[in-house]
């Protein structure tokens, strides 16, 4: 090492001076510690140090206003903010207005001595500090660790045009955190295009994607606009991936290949000019295993990976995230509710398989149903008992369903003569458990299909696609 590089912090807290002050001393580094932005202004102006480490909240300045200031006097001064206040904006916008990096309170510092070593290391990038003023509208909600861990990655992100593949269990967020990739990304003037290839029939999806020429197929009787060209200038966010036939994947691999393609029918390339964010919450890794998804496709898509943990990783996010969706839900007009302690206990011991998706539909439905303004545990407990009739219904009874289903197997494959049944069995059976549960929820909701996919925990179009495969008769105008 050459003589000892200069670190400037600024923190109104003496513990924190005291103790970084100690931690960068002893790695080798020379520290100046101030409590007050004035100071580390007065320093940067001065041309001291090498880098800024600074707290947000501080008695005379908050020090997100200071990175763009400092980066426009000296671009090359590294900056990395600490706060407290670990919200996903305060991590976007020390990235946006170009912080070098985010650091959550507390943190580790082995951690601070790994992001100081790389900011006074890292060759200079060619970003820009841009002031968003965005107002304080938290798109996502949490302060669990992994939450914090995501609004970093994401935070990062939105400095770059990165593919990114995101994956979690259905409900956790994978839309949420699309769109936010793109309202806080390069892109965000750009058009944020979605298109979710479960609910699409297979034959469709590549002119969907593509667009199509006149007569391309029967059927196709003027061009057809694909979503890579309504997305250009933005984002294109390719839902249940896992689910996109194997032509297609290959089509979009050749996309990714070669930043052009054409329309079905279609003869001339046209540049591809989007963003690709994916999203599944199939093991895609497995899938490739099975030969149901390209390799070489997830290698393009996996450029950075982003996991959404279950909300059963993260109960501590459970009476934020219960606020949140009371709030969303008073903004929609329904009554404004609060929950009590025995509420916010109960709700953490529920196992939440579908994710923050059944939390929001739980809420809505106690301000929808119920008249008092402070809801107890009580309710909770009846309206979780309510939404889970099955998971009952499996235990009970003298068969239980998967009993049942074995028996009627057992039966059928005995009934083969050589052994060997028909073909497509997996299929037949899926179908045979599916009709009629989609007849029931169907039944149970008097045909409304937004409430049937509420009670299954399916997706509008993916319930939608089910009824139109399954062949289920649509009886509308009944609720
Ligand atoms: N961290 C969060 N903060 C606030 N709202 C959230 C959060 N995570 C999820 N939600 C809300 O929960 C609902 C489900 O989220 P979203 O649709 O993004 O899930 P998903 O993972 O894409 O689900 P699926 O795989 O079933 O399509 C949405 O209404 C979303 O706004």
């Known amino acids: 090492m050459t003589d000892a590089r200069t670190i400037l912090v600024a923190d109104d807290d003496r513990a924190i001076r005291t103790v970084l002050s100690q931690a960068l001393g002893r790695a080798g580094y020379t520290v100046r510690a101030t409590s007050s932005a004035a100071t580390l202004w007065r320093w940067v102006e001065e041309g001291a140090g090498d880098l800024v480490i600074t707290d ?274 008073k903004t929609s007009g329904l009554p404004s509710k609060q929950l009590d302690q025995g509420a916010v206990d109960r709700l953490r011991q529920h196992a939440w398989p579908g994710n923050a998706r059944e939390l929001e539909n739980l809420m809505r439905r106690l301000a929808a149903l119920y008249p008092q303004e402070v809801i107890g545990a009580d309710a909770v407990a009846a309206e979780l008992a309510e939404a889970e009739p099955l998971a009952e219904l499996e235990l009970r009874g003298p068969e239980t369903l998967e009993q049942a289903v074995e028996r009627h197997l057992s039966s059928f494959v005995a009934a083969q003569k050589d052994g060997l049944p028909v073909r497509d069995l997996y299929e037949r059976v899926l179908a045979e458990v599916e009709r009629p549960l989609l007849r029931l929820a169907l039944a149970a909701t008097r045909g409304n299909q937004i409430k049937a996919a509420a009670m299954l925990g399916l997706n509008r179009n993916t319930l939608r696609k089910k009824i139109r495969e399954l062949d289920l008769p649509v009886v509308r105008g009944l609720s």
């Open 56 to 329: 947000v909240v501080m008695p005379d300045e908050n020090g997100l206003d200071l990175v763009p200031r400092i980066r426009r006097v000296r671009p090359e001064l590294r900056v990395v903010v600490m706060s407290a206040q670990s919200t996903f904006m305060t991590a976007v916008k020390a990235a946006q207005r170009g912080a070098f990096e985010y650091l959550p309170k507390p943190f580790d510092l082995k951690e601070l001595l790994a992001v100081v070593a790389r900011a006074l290391t890292a060759p200079a990038a060619a970003a820009s500090a841009e002031e968003a003023d965005e107002e304080e509208r938290l798109p996502l909600v949490g302060r669990s660790p992994a939450m914090q861990e995501i609004y970093r990655t994401v935070a990062r992100l939105t400095t770059t045009d990165l593919t990114v593949m995101i994956t979690g269990e259905s409900g956790t967020g994978k839309e949420l955190v699309a769109r936010a990739l793109h309202d806080y990304g390069r892109r965000r003037t750009g058009p944020f295009v979605a298109i979710n290839m479960a609910a699409i029939p297979r034959e469709l999806i590549e002119s969907e994607l593509f667009g199509h020429e006149r007569g391309a197929f029967t059927g196709a009787l003027a061009r057809g606009v694909g979503r890579f060209e309504q997305a250009a200038g933005g984002t294109l966010f390719l839902d249940e991936i896992g689910d996109m036939p194997p032509e297609a994947q290959t089509r979009l691999l050749r996309v990714l290949q070669e930043g052009e393609f054409t329309t079905v029918g279609g003869r001339n390339p046209i540049k591809a000019n989007v963003r690709i964010v994916a999203a599944t919450h199939r093991d895609l890794r497995q899938a490739i295993r099975g030969g149901m998804f390209r390799e070489d496709l997830f290698y393009r898509l996996n450029v950075v990976p982003i996991r959404l943990p279950p909300l059963r990783e993260r109960i501590e996010d459970i009476p934020l995230l219960a606020r949140h969706f009371l709030d969303r839900a």
